[in-house]
């Protein structure tokens, strides 16, 4: 439906003429029926004007794509296709309502069409955080032919917006990682001989007895040994945990970090941050061509997706990891080896991203995870903050103040070092890592498992 508005040109004509004319006549009678001919004869023009601006929009229809993707942080361009089918020059001015919590750019541009039927127009915008929004409606705004109104339409629409995780920047501080260790045109190096079975042949000087196939060499009345080769192929599962340990802001372990001095509809959550690691994690295993899967735990299993290689897995962990929400609730560690043990066949390297600064959490944490490392390799991962640290490392302290503040950065240390100790006994790996070396130092890890043959 159009809706007409009054222009500043309608008003300050109608004010011109108007004031005059009403003058004129009162001081001069005799001239009382011309001037008031002249109102009506300019009003019956403004009226006549808006009338006809009722059809400026016929023709005109204004389409948005039905799914668009972009990356947090980053900038990107919405297309937009105007369709004019009568091909007549216009003058329009789009506007486009976004959410301020999800996206930045403008709210409404001036667009000149020419006589083309179709002018494709690039809408610059940049997601704030990562989710899924729908844009429904987009307004449109064109002058009369005299520019007394000017007409308004609203256009409804269904683009859907899904702003992913900034895996750009992640790559970028991967890309040395990826060098060194050689990945790409040359595999890593491996160490040792190898697991799974290739063939048998015959012995030779030097194999060891422990890979002679005893069977085999009853059936030829010779001895036959057993040759493995390095499994190329492995499985690699991330967890994240979901609860309200993943609901903080980064800048909440790290008072005064450079995330504090954001906006908070900007700043970088726990769980973003694990979301963020957990693909960079997948872009390594299909970069090592590794099957990689997938797990989401709060109080309970909330999402699983098995191992899978190449990129539509890739894919599928994104699409699910970009709208997770965390949830107001404790984590529950049991239901998680439950799951994860009659899930989870096949020896496979497993990581957990969850918190465990909480003291009660941890203890039920090393209480019931020694089961999973029966069967599995465990890699456990805590974001570390940047105040625990030993109480004589930082020299730079003054004041009784800032004693304190460096006792209990050492308490919140020792506590991180007894649990890193307590899990290697049951021969869990732990990291405690600071936000912007989680995949750094979870991928290293990775390849050094992967390099010596732990799986």
């Known amino acids: 439906m159009n809706r007409i508005v009054p222009e500043n040109r309608l008003l300050v004509v109608?004010?011109?003429?108007?004031?005059?004319?009403?003058?004129?006549?009162?001081?001069?009678?005799?001239?009382a029926l011309f001037c008031w001919t002249l109102v009506l004869a300019a009003g019956a023009l403004f009226i006549a004007d808006g009338i006809l601006a009722l059809t400026r929009f016929q023709g005109i229809d204004v389409r948005l794509p039905i799914l668009f993707r972009l990356s947090r942080n980053r900038r990107a361009h919405l297309p937009l296709v105007i369709r004019n089918l009568e091909e007549k020059p216009r003058r329009l001015t789009v506007g486009i309502r976004f959410p301020d919590q999800w996206l930045s750019g403008q709210t409404e541009r001036q667009i000149h069409i020419d006589t083309k039927k179709y002018t494709r127009v690039e809408w610059p915008l940049s997601g704030i955080r990562q989710g899924r929004l729908v844009v429904k409606t987009i307004y449109l705004e064109t002058p009369s032919r005299l520019g007394f109104w000017a007409i308004r339409k609203q256009y409804d629409t269904d683009c859907e917006i899904r702003i992913y995780p900034d895996m750009f920047s992640e790559s970028r501080s991967l890309a040395a990682l990826f060098h060194k260790m050689n990945m790409g045109a040359h595999a890593a190096r491996?160490?040792?001989?190898?697991?799974?079975?290739?063939?048998?042949?015959?012995?030779?000087?030097?194999?060891?007895?422990?890979?002679?196939?005893?069977?085999?060499?009853?059936?030829?009345?010779?001895?036959?040994?057993?040759?493995?080769?390095?499994?190329?192929?492995?499985?690699?599962?991330?967890?994240?945990?979901?609860?309200?340990?993943?609901?903080?802001?980064?800048?909440?372990?790290?008072?005064?970090?450079?995330?504090?001095?954001?906006?908070?509809?900007?700043?970088?959550?726990?769980?973003?941050?694990?979301?963020?690691?957990?693909?960079a994690i997948g872009m390594a295993a299909e970069r090592l061509g590794d099957h990689f899967g997938l797990g989401v735990f709060s109080d309970r299993m909330d999402t699983f997706l098995p191992a899978g290689s190449g990129r539509s897995r890739f894919n599928a962990c994104r699409d699910l990891l970009y709208i997770l929400e965390h949830k107001p609730v404790s984590p529950d560690f049991t239901e998680l080896i439950t799951f994860a043990g009659n899930k989870i066949r096949r020896r496979a390297l497993m990581i957990l991203l969850t918190n465990l600064d909480d003291p009660a959490m941890a203890e039920g944490f090393v209480r019931h995870t020694h089961i999973l490392s029966r069967r599995h390799v465990v890699l456990v991962n805590t974001i570390r903050p940047d105040a625990a640290r030993p109480v004589f490392s930082d020299p730079d302290i003054h004041g009784v103040d800032e004693i304190y503040q460096a006792l209990s950065g050492h308490m919140l240390w020792h506590d991180l070092k007894e649990l890193e100790q307590s899990l290697r006994r049951m021969g869990i790996g732990f990291l405690a890592s600071r936000a912007g070396n989680l995949s750094w130092d979870l991928i290293s890890s990775y390849l050094r498992i992967k390099q010596r043959q732990m799986l």
């Open 190 to 279: 491996q160490l040792g001989k190898g697991k799974e079975f290739e063939k048998l042949r015959e012995y030779m000087p030097g194999d060891s007895y422990e890979d002679i196939h005893w069977k085999a060499t009853a059936r030829r009345g010779t001895p036959i040994s057993k040759v493995f080769q390095i499994e190329k192929t492995q499985d690699v599962y991330v967890f994240i945990d979901n609860s309200r340990l993943s609901a903080r802001n980064i800048s909440q372990l790290n008072p005064g970090s450079e995330n504090e001095a954001e906006p908070t509809g900007t700043q970088t959550t726990i769980l973003e941050q694990y979301i963020s690691t957990a693909l």
């Open 14 to 31: 109608y004010g011109i003429s108007l004031v005059p004319l009403a003058l004129l006549s009162a001081l001069y009678p005799s001239t």
